[in-house]
């Protein structure tokens, strides 16, 4: 009698196709993740004269942090620039010294406070809610129609102030509104006017400046959830560029702790990178190949990390790091 080295027959066979399988699944992401850092950017395809007129750049939320250092990345690789923002000294101030600095460019002004959104039933009872101070979105168009514009950063965004880290009850409503009107609904009516200007001058870009914030970070619950859908709408209006054949590439830049902005400047450090550092990094994932990436590489291996953990182990972490962040605001009070 004869006994098989296998008590079931094809099990070896079986688990070795799975054990390759995982493996080249492993391998693969990993050459994925590594390639998506080593890639050259294909921001250059952008600066391109259209009809003899050459290429211009709208960021928003251009006075300070990555916003200001993206003007000067985008001036010093050849674009004009449309600086925006809602005082109009410090974008006079901005652009004075961009002239300085980049005397070959052409620079603009856009003045539009992005968290006057108008909009139906906010904090008002009738049908549309629209004032003088909302953003005039027929305006905005009619000042950027004669340009060569061929990329659109919307950079401007923020969470609320005194106390930034708050549970969403503590925020009276008005300051709910405004936040999401800042971080979700002005660059989303930007993209849907300036959309059909941007397929004129195709190819075209569209970077959304996002938040590792959107994996949930307690106690910024209204700025959270806005960078979730604005990072949700680069994924989809980058499919329906490409369904309805349009060369206007769209991609969603999602950005973790970052120094030299508005609300710190601690020193730099590896997982806090000086806004420059930022800007360079969210430029060169331009042509990447995906529409939302994490854009400085050590925010990504943060990101990896958290994800390697085991659920109740990242839930306890993001807590950890939330109260932390509660703690010292309240503590530099």
Not at 45 to 71: E, F, M, P, Q
Not at 73 to 79: K, V
Not at 311 to 323: C, N
Request: neutral net charge; aromatic residues 8%; proline residues 5%.
């Amino acid at each position: 009698m004869s006994f098989s080295s296998d008590p079931v027959p094809g099990l070896s066979v079986t688990l070795k196709t799975v054990g390759i399988l995982v493996i080249s699944y492993y391998l693969y992401s990993a050459a994925s993740f590594v390639a998506l850092y080593l890639k050259p950017s294909k921001l250059p395809r952008y600066l391109h004269n259209t009809d003899g007129r050459s290429a211009w750049a709208l960021v928003t939320g251009s006075t300070s942090g990555i916003g200001k250092s993206l003007v000067y990345e985008l001036a010093e690789r050849g674009f004009n620039i449309v600086v925006h923002g809602r005082n109009e000294e410090k974008c006079a101030k901005l652009v004075e010294g961009l002239r300085v600095s980049f005397p070959a460019r052409e620079f603009r002004i856009l003045i539009a406070d992005a968290e006057r959104v108008a909009c139906s039933n906010c904090q008002k009872n009738d049908a549309v809610a629209r004032d003088e101070k909302s953003v005039d979105f027929d305006a905005v168009v009619s000042s950027l129609e004669d340009l060569n514009l061929t990329v659109l950063v919307n950079n401007a965004g923020g969470g609320p102030r005194d106390p930034t880290f708050a549970t969403l009850d503590y925020f009276p409503e008005q300051q709910v509104t405004s936040t999401v009107c800042l971080n979700l609904f002005f660059p989303m009516h930007l993209m849907n006017r300036l959309i059909p200007l941007l397929k004129r001058n195709s190819p075209a870009l569209i970077i959304n400046i996002g938040s590792l914030s959107d994996v949930g970070i307690p106690y910024l619950a209204p700025y959270s959830a806005s960078k979730v859908s604005l990072m949700s709408l680069s994924t989809v209006v980058a499919r329906e560029m490409r369904i309805e054949g349009h060369d206007v590439e769209v991609l969603g830049v999602r950005v973790g702790a970052v120094t030299d902005v508005s609300h710190t400047s601690a020193a730099a450090s590896f997982a806090m990178p000086q806004a420059k550092t930022m800007a360079k990094a969210a430029l060169s994932r331009v042509g990447c190949g995906r529409s939302n990436v994490i854009g400085y590489l050590p925010h990504a291996l943060q990101a990896c990390s958290l994800g390697w953990l085991p659920g109740w182990a990242a839930e306890r972490l993001i807590e950890k790091v939330a109260v932390q962040q509660r703690d010292e605001e309240m503590r530099q009070k």
